[in-house]
């Protein structure tokens, strides 16, 4: 069982509204990333960090900003949240080769 | 550019059934290929990861072959169950950080 969370699960906001998704890990790993994905189509990378203080922009540009004070930890915020924000995120963080990226449980966002 | 492109889009078989879906890659240089399973709304799971010189790798009912000269793999799925309803997706790793992600296969079993 892989040891990383993801809070809340699920959350419904209104529009304008600030929300900051959490995300967990507890293996020790340096490399955290954030996906978003809408249902039934892929994953897109939106952010990721190499260890603390280092922190990337993946490959789809998005109005969230993260930030990696601790290793364990990979906040993902949306300082004003739109609908266009609805969507599934998840959070992955993986080791040294030849480990896998294990991922969270994800959050489905929805904003009304 | 590097891509991960998978086939089929989506898959239909009758439970018991032996199915195999495909990935083809352009990542240069290549580290390593994964292949998740991903239930609706939940996380990806690992099934199997394979290096350069590894051709084959099973985990019980999956089999992936990887072919590095012509940057091919697939996954075999033997006496499919319900259970193997998900989408399957294909991961490229360039190194130890980028993972490029396919598209995914939507397999479905049906009884």
């Known amino acids: 069982e892989a040891d990383i969370y993801q809070t809340p699960r699920y959350l419904v906001i209104g529009t304008g509204k600030k929300i900051t998704l959490e995300c967990s890990q507890t293996m020790g790993h340096d490399k955290m990333y954030w996906y978003q994905q809408d249902p039934g189509m892929e994953l897109h990378l939106i952010h990721y960090s190499y260890g603390v203080n280092s922190t990337e922009k993946g490959d789809l540009s998005s109005e969230s900003t993260v930030s990696r004070i601790r290793t364990e930890h990979f906040p993902l915020t949306l300082e004003s949240a739109r609908p266009s924000h609805t969507s599934q995120y998840l959070c992955a963080s993986s080791g040294d080769f030849p480990k896998g990226a294990f991922f969270g449980q994800g959050t489905r966002l929805t904003v009304v | 550019k590097n891509q991960v492109e998978q086939s089929p889009q989506s898959l239909i078989i009758l439970e018991g059934k032996n199915c195999t879906l495909q990935c083809n890659y352009t990542v240069s240089p290549f580290s390593n290929l994964r292949w998740y399973k991903q239930d609706t709304g939940r996380g990806p799971v690992s099934l199997t990861i394979?290096?350069?010189s590894e051709n084959t790798k099973s985990n019980g009912r999956y089999t992936a072959t990887l072919d590095a000269d012509t940057k091919q793999s697939s996954l075999h799925i033997t006496a499919s169950q319900l259970s193997d309803s998900a989408s399957y997706i294909c991961?490229?790793?360039?190194?130890?950080?980028?993972?490029?992600w396919g598209a995914g296969t939507k397999l479905i079993i049906k009884p």
């Open positions: 394979m290096t350069f």
């Open positions: 991961v490229v790793s360039e190194s130890n950080y980028q993972l490029i």
